[in-house]
Nanobody, 127 residues
Framework: VQLQASGGGLVQAGGSLRLSCVAS????????MGWFRQVPGKEREFVAA????????YYADSVKGRFTISANNANSTSYLQMNALKPEDTAVYYC?????????????????????WGQGTQVTVSS
């Protein structure tokens, strides 16, 4: 599985960005997808996840109501729509494919549940 993340950039507080993660063909049939973020000097933290059947979405409390995860099987792309961005959302964002198709919020919120990672894309939110 190969993952390629893009879409990061510089945006003012209150603005929006959409991150994309292009995956190998068929990835979403076999894997749940997740997005994580990391700030220098801190641990990578969970942002959002989507089960492989698209039925369940999970979000960190800090982004709930502002971010939306989705996936398009036709073009093998996962998206993270980020609205009402805050300076504290500034981080490198990573997409990842889990070890299985399904999972609970607890399971998909763990870094160790993911077997494949894309390179990061920087998101900077100015105040």
């Amino acid at each position: 599985v190969q993952l390629q993340a893009s879409g990061g950039g510089l945006v003012q507080a209150g603005g929006s960005l959409r991150l994309s993660c292009v995956a190998s063909e068929g990835t979403f049939i076999l894997h749940a997808m997740g997005w994580f973020r990391q700030v220098p000097g801190k641990e990578r933290e969970f942002v959002a996840a989507l089960t492989g059947n698209g039925r369940d979405e999970y979000y960190a409390d800090s982004v709930k109501g502002r971010f939306t995860i989705s996936a398009n099987n036709a073009n093998s792309t996962s998206y993270l729509q980020m609205n009402a961005l805050k300076p504290e959302d500034t981080a490198v964002y990573y997409c990842a494919a889990s070890r299985g198709l399904y999972g609970t919020a607890w399971y998909l919120g763990r870094i160790s549940s993911y077997a494949y990672w894309g390179q990061g894309t920087q998101v900077t939110v100015s105040s």
